[in-house]
């Protein structure tokens, strides 16, 4: 069973994945957007990459973000899922619990 954060797509795999030019993953790395796995000089882009790149393609696209919009969302975003886990994993009271991870979910949405 595969690990959704080891790397398994080449650089051109991912690209047809994504609907991005190799170019285009190469400058998103440059930037810093994500971090894909290395092995013997390959870029290696796990399936939480492709999802990632799928969501950077969206946010180009859709909402006319730049790369600092972008830098900002996620940063945004995975603030968000770090609170998500953190909050499923204290014992804030079951209703709580719901109530603030539906409201996380709600933002992630947005």
Do not use: W
Request: proline share 2%; charged share 30%; net charge neutral.
């Amino acid at each position: 069973m595969n690990n959704r954060n080891e790397g398994v797509y080449v650089m051109q795999v991912a690209a047809n994945l994504t609907g991005m030019h190799p170019q285009t993953l190469r400058k998103y790395e440059r930037e810093g957007l994500l971090a894909p796995s290395r092995r013997y000089m390959a870029r290696l882009y796990s399936d939480e990459d492709i999802d990632r790149l799928k969501m950077i393609k969206q946010l180009v696209d859709e909402k006319g973000l730049n790369i600092a919009g972008i830098k900002l969302f996620l940063r945004i975003r995975d603030k968000l899922l770090e609170m998500k886990d953190m909050i499923a994993s204290a014992s804030v009271g079951e209703e709580l619990e719901k109530t603030l991870i539906s409201m996380i979910d709600e933002l992630l949405e947005i």
